[in-house]
């Protein structure tokens, strides 16, 4: 057996490895399972013990675990309590962003490459926020939804930047398949807005418990189509991806609460359970660490490209930040916001294939991603204080058994 069918195996004992660690140092610190995913990745990866190697099936996974990480970030987001000014506000800070973005690729890596390194910089993980929000209970709160915010136009807009600056056709044309991909957004979800949804709800309600799941394969279905279509039109896959979250929470809201609890448990279990964790674990087994550390540049690069993350997207955080907000706030919202991952994978990996970007630039953006995941949600967490306090007591009915 080969490194590359080792994976198959030994990467799904690593997926059951990492909630474990995390669990372990939990009474030390809260450290986001996603930062033990990363470091397996990249030990058993060829950057160090060389157990696991790039596989077609792994990447595969990989990308479908990225496409439901999105999927699950567009589905959690209340659009209505977003709409208005928190959405202005994280947009002008999303350009500003993007602006002080090219600003440094323009002195590191001029021409097409400072606006890989642009988008890059003017990212957000909300995907890998999302988890962690969740955990802390911090989804509903006002910060939480002011992170989700910022999260999303972080997330949504670099996705937008990505397919029409960087997609092989030319700009206009790129902008007009966009501009139809977006129409054709528009379209389903006021379809979904509009149509009687009883009839879905009872076949989801009547095969939720059985083997016939109708609402998980018309979930991943909503996911293949959307998908599908961003990749025939030549836009980001992930594009599609967040739509039909969107689609999907507009789908369900109207449900019976426990039906829509169900399906979403369900979503989740194929989601965290085994496709996301092979995204970040893959991910550390393909960080070109040797590219890395080949070229003292390019390793300098990394601290800066972190810092720089901090900087821009934490200064256009505050452009959302509630009028009253404590300075501690404030500091934990600018951490939160300087977290990115997926888009920097994304968008180096185009920049690398189309000659925009060289290997041990990109690696330095990867690098430096990786470390915001590392250090930012902890910080920005560790920051804003105890969940417990700020949240209240959990309600009994909560609780996992056991803890009543």
């Known amino acids: 057996m ?8 030994l990467l799904p004992l690593l997926a059951v490895a990492a909630p474990l660690l995390a669990r372990g140092v939990r009474p030390i610190m809260r450290v986001p399972i996603i930062v033990f995913e990363l470091l397996l990745g990249i030990l058993v990866g060829p950057a160090a013990l060389g157990w696991v190697e790039p596989h077609a099936i792994l990447e ?11 999927f699950v970030a567009g589905s959690e987001i209340d659009f209505r309590k977003m709409a208005g000014r928190p959405v202005v506000r994280a947009s002008i800070g999303w350009v500003l962003s993007v602006a002080l973005g090219i600003g440094v690729g323009l002195f590191l890596a001029p021409g097409e490459g400072m606006v890989v390194i642009g988008i890059a910089l003017s990212s957000t ?11 802390a209970r911090e989804l509903n709160t006002p910060f939480g ?38 129409l054709l957004a528009v ?30 394969r018309f979930v991943l279905l909503l996911i293949a189509a959307l998908v599908g279509l961003s990749v025939m039109l030549d836009l980001d896959m992930l594009l599609g991806a967040f739509v039909a979250g969107a ?44 590219a890395l550390l080949a070229s003292p540049a390019a390793l300098a690069l990394v601290p800066l490209f972190l810092i720089a993350l901090l900087v821009i997207r934490g200064s256009a955080a505050q452009l959302s930040a509630p009028p009253g907000l404590a300075l501690r706030d404030r500091a934990a919202l ?71």
């Open 334 to 404: 600018g951490a939160l916001a300087a977290t990115g991952l997926p888009i920097i994978v994304a968008v180096t990996a185009i920049g690398v294939d189309q000659d925009m970007l060289d290997t041990g630039t990109a690696a330095a953006l990867v690098g430096a991603g990786m470390l915001s995941v590392l250090i930012y949600p902890l910080l920005g967490m560790t920051l804003r204080g105890d969940a417990q306090r700020i949240a209240g007591p959990q309600p009994a009915d909560e609780l996992p058994q056991g803890e009543l």
């Open 145 to 182: 939804q002011v992170v989700t915010a910022v999260g999303a136009v972080g997330e949504f807009l670099p996705l937008i930047a990505i397919s029409v600056f960087l997609s092989t056709r030319t700009t206009p044309v790129a902008a007009a398949v966009l501009l139809g991909f977006v």
């Open 60 to 70: 595969k996974l990989s990308d479908f675990g990225l496409a439901m990480l999105f």
């Open 125 to 135: 993980a909300l995907g890998t926020l999302m988890p962690i929000l969740r955990d």
């Open 187 to 216: 379209l389903a979800i006021l379809l979904a807005r509009r149509l009687p949804h009883g009839r879905l709800h009872s076949l989801i309600r009547a095969t939720i418990h059985t083997s016939e799941q109708f609402g998980v």
């Open 247 to 290: 689609i999907w929470r507009i789908l369900m809201a109207r449900a019976p609460r426990k039906d829509a609890e169900d399906v979403e448990s369900k979503v989740e279990a194929i989601a965290f359970g085994f496709l996301v964790p092979i995204f970040f674990l893959y991910t550390g087994v393909n960080f070109d660490l040797a």
């Open 2 to 9: 080969n490194a590359g069918d080792v994976g198959l195996v």
